[in-house]
Every structure is written in structure tokens, then in C-alpha cells.
């Protein structure tokens, strides 16, 4: 990571309450070609979240935790990027350390443009709480059409990350951070034939990933525009439709914990 900062922009995704086999099974079954024509091999890399709900998650992922790989053994996992900190297990001789607090301002203090298109009510900025992880960035957007229950939101903020990189210098180095809100609930509205009053599924949660997967080479097309680009796509959480009993998040069940991770390169344009 160490030549990737300062050399690359980067693009940060999280598909905000993506499950991993729900992930799993779309990119074997070929129901989300785009996502599965970058991901390593075509497949998700299975992974353990570092919290279970959206606040703590990214929280942890802006400190460098990022998902971590669900295998046992190996000890400490070796992270990407790290704040300084004595005593460090996961901090090995690739991963790019800075001595600010968090990744985001890590970046800035490397000459990025750090830019938020928020997703999920933590992004909102309609309250003090929800100003908490976009107040990290220099840059940051959100309406409400980017919100869980615009059934366009995913589009609408691609036309954002478009808009944000065609007004830079093309000299300015950019951390694009984006929360994807169509996987978070509702999502019923991405099923055909699904009615408001069923409510949420674990199918209407594959149909919204799959609307996703419709709109998303186009975000990757923005984050290269300029550059090659460094990009890591990840779930910040799983959540439970009925799995023993369970429903939603913010809770210790495996269809929580268990996420869909991976990092790749984009091509800049020619």
C-alpha cells in the first residue's frame, strides 16, 4: 500500500448491510456479471465484519479494521492501512501507516481530496450523530434521494461520484468513499411483484444487489477516469431475514457477521 498512496486515487464502496451468501450465490448463479468480472477469481472473499451495525463498522473501517478473512489460523491478519500505534499486530511492512487517527484523515494529510456520497441515515447529516462519519471527510454529499428508501438511490449517487470527479484537477489525488443504501431496508421496492406490505426479503435484498450491479461499472468508470485507481468493495454487515428466529441487525448472528470482501485495481481509461 505504501506505493499505491500517493501514486493512486482510491475508491472505497460499502454495500451497506450486504450478506455474504447472498454476494456468494448472485456471482456464481452470473446474476451480478459486472461486480463478478472484478472480484478476484469472480468470487466474494468471505469475511468476519468488525461491528454489526453501520456506525460501528465504519468506525472501525475508517481506523483501518477493515473486514477481516473468516478462515481459522494465520494469526493477526496484516491490514492495508494503519494509524501508528505501539504494539501493532496487524500492522505489517505493506501496510501504509499514518499518524492521524483515521484513514480518511491519513489521506488528507497526503495530499487527497477526501470526498463522502453518503448512503444510510449515518450519512444524513440531519443531526448531530449523522454528521459524525461524513464530518470526517473535506467533501461530503448527501439527499434524500440517496437514502434507503429512494429505489433510485444507487443511481443517484453514481451522478454524484461522476460529478465529483469531473470538477477536480486532474493532479488532485481523490479518496472516494460511497455507502451504497439500496441493500439496507426497505428494499422490497427492487423485487417485482413485491408489495409494501410483505415487506423485506432475503430475495429483495439479492434484487437490490443485482440493481446495483446494473449502475456500478459506471462508478468504477469515475473512480479510473483520471488515473489508475485502488479500490476495496466490502459489506459493512450482513442482516437476518428469519435466520433462526433472528431479524435485522445489530446483532451476534452469523448471517451479520459473515460479509462479502475484495480489493482490485482499476484501469485507468485510455
Known amino acids: 500500500m505504501n ?37 478476484p477469481g469472480g468470487r466474494w472473499e468471505r469475511r468476519h465484519a468488525p461491528g454489526s451495525f453501520t456506525y460501528a463498522s465504519h468506525q472501525a473501517m475508517f481506523a483501518g479494521f477493515l473486514p477481516t478473512p473468516a478462515g481459522p489460523g494465520g494469526g493477526p491478519h496484516p491490514r492495508l492501512f494503519a494509524a501508528r500505534f505501539a504494539g501493532s499486530e496487524s500492522t505489517a511492512p505493506r501496510t501504509y501507516v499514518h499518524d492521524t487517527p483515521d484513514l480518511v484523515s491519513g489521506l488528507a494529510a497526503a495530499g487527497y481530496r477526501t470526498v463522502c456520497v453518503g448512503g444510510t441515515g449515518f450519512f444524513s447529516k440531519e443531526g448531530a450523530l449523522s454528521s459524525v462519519l461524513p464530518g470526517l ?49 426497505p428494499n422490497w421496492f427492487h423485487l417485482p411483484g413485491a408489495t409494501r406490505a410483505a415487506g423485506d426479503s432475503r430475495a429483495s435484498h439479492a434484487a437490490a444487489l443485482e440493481y446495483v450491479d446494473r449502475h456500478v461499472d459506471r462508478l468504477f468508470a469515475a473512480a479510473a477516469a483520471r488515473r489508475r485507481c485502488f479500490a476495496v468493495v466490502c459489506s459493512d454487515h450482513g442482516t437476518a431475514y428469519g435466520d433462526d428466529g433472528h431479524h435485522g441487525h445489530r446483532l451476534g448472528h452469523a448471517s451479520v457477521w459473515t460479509v462479502p470482501y475484495a480489493h482490485f485495481f482499476l484501469e485507468a481509461a485510455p
Open 3 to 39: 506505493h499505491v498512496v500517493g501514486s493512486h486515487d482510491i475508491l472505497f464502496v460499502t454495500l451497506d448491510t450486504l450478506r455474504y451468501d447472498v454476494a456468494a450465490e448472485l456471482a456464481a448463479a452470473g446474476r451480478t456479471p459486472r461486480l463478478a468480472r472484478r472480484l
Open 137 to 185: 471527510f473535506q467533501e461530503s454529499h448527501w439527499r434524500p434521494e440517496f437514502g434507503v428508501a429512494s429505489p433510485t438511490s444507487f443511481e443517484a449517487q453514481v451522478a454524484c461520484a461522476e460529478e465529483v470527479v469531473a470538477g477536480l484537477p486532474r493532479a488532485q489525488r481523490l479518496f472516494l468513499f460511497v455507502n451504497v443504501a439500496a441493500l439496507h431496508q
